[in-house]
């Protein structure tokens, strides 16, 4: 069996070395699962409640231990690390409701009456990314869970840890075994095999809109249900009438956290020209004051890429005469460092502008007027996030259903609340995740005729 180490991408030290599941003992896990999915479907909803519950328990127990996982493992400073830690457990909870809430109808009906249920769908398989290990493995596990479904995860190959230890502490809340597998991997084994596997009924990928395409080509050919939530190009859209001071504090937040290796990330900044200039001077400090360095410290806001082929391709986005406005810091020596960037003006056809940099990299350009600017942010295959700063709320209201994606926010920069929905437009994805409807996704509805 193949082993991957596992490299703190801050120091480049080895952490620790992952023995990679093979593709014969993926089938033996999803073998597995199928089979326990017969008595967890059948367990009553207030014990999966309870037990969902226990989980969430034990996860906060050790978000301690997950979170200095994140931070050996992927690199996350530590405050982050905390609360994607707690953000697991939150969800937990937040799903440990809804298997005694999972009612169906009753539809009168000529000679008798229609009842519904919300069967699960059996195993489901979860494909994960590296950039947020922990909070999208719970994005997916827990309503699947809830549903009666048993889950079979992949976490990236460079990020198994913290997953691999919330399927411990899953076992050690009191989830039969064979309710939740975690088999790190590679996508091209693992991932595959969850893809062809029959027994497996849904995927639920995260990733890159070239491997979604793949996984959904691949589900295709058994009409295996699947939900993408796949890249991203968002907009951070300032008007001239903007709490300009508040948009420009928060804009690095909203493209350079998790040091831009975010699917969220609004990494084209969009500004009406006429204050163009006075957002740029109030933005240089705010990029400039970011707390770039080491991960484990707690003041630390943004820690390093992924890995030196990571930090080498978003480098190729900032070539040698590329518009730096202004950078912010980052350490020297061992780690995948790479400053926070402010491109502008960027050309509209320069890949900084158009690609996903996943990385922390963004463009400034300016706009004329409204429809201008929903032009601008629309004019990408993508539709995830955005944001929109004016005082105007007509405004407000126009531009955000004016841009093509998911996910908006009008004078703030934040992006995933987990009691409300979540996907992509375009090719940012393909159905919904999180909020109260998210086990309509793991379930299937049967509807049943009964003479009367
Ligand atoms: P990918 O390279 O697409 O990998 C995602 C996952 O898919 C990994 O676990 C990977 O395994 C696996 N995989 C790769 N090839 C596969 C195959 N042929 N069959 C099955 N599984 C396969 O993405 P990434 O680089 O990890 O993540 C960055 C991308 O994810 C960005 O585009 C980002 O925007 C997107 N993302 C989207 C969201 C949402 S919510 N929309 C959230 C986070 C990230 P290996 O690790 O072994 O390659």
Same mark, same amino acid.
């Given at each position: 069996?193949?082993?991957?180490?596992?490299?703190?991408?801050?120091?480049?030290?080895?952490?620790?070395?992952?023995?990679?599941?093979?593709?014969?003992?993926?089938?033996?896990?999803?073998?597995?699962?199928?089979?326990?999915?017969?008595?967890?479907?059948?367990?009553?909803?207030?014990?999966?409640?309870?037990?969902?519950?226990?989980?969430?328990?034990?996860?906060?127990?050790?978000?301690?231990?997950?979170?200095? #996982?994140?931070?050996?493992?992927?690199?996350?400073? &530590?405050?982050?690390?905390? !609360?994607?830690?707690?953000?697991?457990?939150?969800?937990?909870?937040?799903?440990?409701?809804?298997?005694?809430?999972?009612?169906?109808?009753?539809?009168?009906?000529?000679?008798?009456?229609?009842?519904?249920?919300?069967?699960?769908?059996?195993?489901?398989? #979860?494909?994960?990314? !590296?950039?947020?290990?922990?909070?999208?493995?719970?994005?997916?596990?827990?309503?699947?869970?809830?549903?009666?479904?048993?889950?079979?995860?992949?976490?990236?190959?460079?990020?198994?840890?913290?997953?691999?230890?919330?399927?411990?502490?899953?076992?050690?809340?009191?989830?039969?075994?064979?309710?939740?597998?975690?088999?790190?991997?590679?996508?091209?084994?693992?991932?595959?095999?969850?893809?062809?596997? =029959?027994?497996?009924?849904?995927?639920?990928?995260?990733?890159?809109?070239?491997?979604?395409?793949? @996984?959904?080509?691949?589900?295709?050919?058994?009409?295996?249900?699947? %939900?993408?939530?796949?890249?991203?190009?968002?907009?951070?859209?300032?008007?001239? /009438?903007? /709490?300009?001071?508040?948009?420009?504090?928060?804009?690095?937040?909203?493209?350079?956290?998790?040091?831009?290796?975010?699917?969220?990330?609004?990494?084209? @900044?969009?500004?009406?020209?006429? &204050?163009?200039?006075?957002?740029?001077?109030?933005?240089?400090?705010?990029?400039?004051?970011?707390?770039?360095?080491?991960?484990?410290? =707690?003041? %630390?806001?943004?820690?390093?890429?992924?890995?030196?082929?990571?930090?080498?391709?978003?480098?190729?986005?900032?070539?040698?005469?590329?518009?730096?406005?202004?950078? +912010?810091?980052? =350490?020297? +020596?061992?780690?995948?460092?790479?400053?926070?960037?402010?491109?502008?003006?960027?050309?509209?056809?320069?890949?900084?502008?158009?690609?996903?940099?996943?990385?922390?990299?963004?463009?400034?350009?300016?706009?004329?007027?409204?429809?201008?600017?929903?032009?601008?942010?629309?004019?990408?295959?993508?539709? #995830?996030?955005?944001? @929109?700063? %004016?005082?105007?709320?007509?405004?407000?209201?126009?531009?955000?259903?004016?841009?093509?994606?998911?996910?908006?926010?009008?004078?703030?920069?934040?992006? &995933?609340?987990?009691?409300?929905?979540?996907?992509?437009?375009?090719?940012?994805? #393909?159905?919904?995740?999180?909020?109260?409807?998210?086990?309509?996704?793991?379930?299937?509805?049967?509807? &049943?005729?009964?003479?009367?």
């Amino acid at each position: 069996m193949p082993d991957y180490t596992v490299i703190n991408p801050a120091t480049e030290q080895a952490v620790t070395t992952v023995t990679l599941s093979t593709a014969a003992e993926t089938d033996a896990a999803i073998e597995r699962a199928a089979a326990a999915q017969v008595s967890w479907r059948a367990v009553a909803p207030g014990d999966r409640a309870r037990l969902l519950r226990r989980f969430a328990a034990e996860v906060d127990a050790h978000a301690a231990e997950l979170a200095a #996982l994140e931070v050996a493992g992927s690199g996350h400073p &530590v405050g982050q690390a905390t !609360w994607e830690a707690e953000h697991v457990r939150d969800v937990l909870e937040y799903y440990a409701a809804a298997p005694e809430r999972l009612a169906g109808r009753q539809i009168p009906v000529a000679g008798g009456l229609n009842v519904t249920f919300h069967e699960p769908l059996g195993v489901v398989g #979860l494909i994960v990314p !590296w950039n947020f290990p922990m909070p999208i493995f719970a994005w997916g596990m827990a309503p699947a869970l809830a549903a009666g479904n048993t889950v079979v995860a992949k976490p990236a190959e460079v990020t198994p840890l913290t997953a691999r230890r919330i399927g411990e502490l899953a076992l050690a809340a009191g989830l039969p075994e064979g309710v939740l597998a975690v088999l790190p991997g590679k996508g091209s084994v693992v991932g595959q095999r969850l893809v062809d596997h =029959p027994l497996v009924r849904k995927i639920v990928f995260t990733g890159s809109t070239e491997v979604g395409r793949e @996984i959904m080509a691949g589900c295709a050919r058994q009409v295996k249900r699947v %939900t993408l939530e796949l890249g991203g190009k968002s907009a951070n859209i300032v008007f001239a /009438d903007a /709490d300009l001071e508040q948009a420009a504090a928060t804009a690095p937040y909203a493209v350079f956290d998790n040091a831009g290796q975010d699917c969220c990330a609004r990494s084209r @900044i969009l500004v009406q020209r006429s &204050v163009f200039d006075r957002f740029m001077e109030l933005l240089e400090p705010a990029v400039m004051g970011l707390r770039v360095g080491d991960p484990a410290l =707690p003041e %630390t806001q943004m820690g390093p890429l992924i890995s030196a082929a990571h930090r080498e391709r978003v480098a190729s986005y900032v070539p040698d005469g590329a518009p730096v406005a202004f950078r +912010g810091t980052a =350490p020297g +020596g061992p780690g995948f460092w790479f400053p926070p960037t402010v491109l502008a003006p960027a050309g509209e056809h320069s890949p900084a502008f158009t690609d996903e940099v996943f990385g922390p990299v963004v463009t400034v350009t300016p706009f004329e007027d409204e429809a201008d600017a929903v032009t601008i942010a629309n004019d990408t295959p993508y539709g #995830l996030s955005g944001s @929109i700063w %004016t005082e105007n709320v007509g405004r407000a209201i126009r531009v955000a259903r004016g841009v093509e994606t998911g996910n908006l926010s009008v004078n703030s920069h934040s992006s &995933v609340r987990y009691w409300t929905p979540f996907g992509g437009f375009k090719q940012s994805g #393909l159905g919904r995740e999180l909020g109260p409807d998210a086990l309509d996704s793991f379930t299937e509805v049967k509807n &049943v005729f009964i003479a009367s």
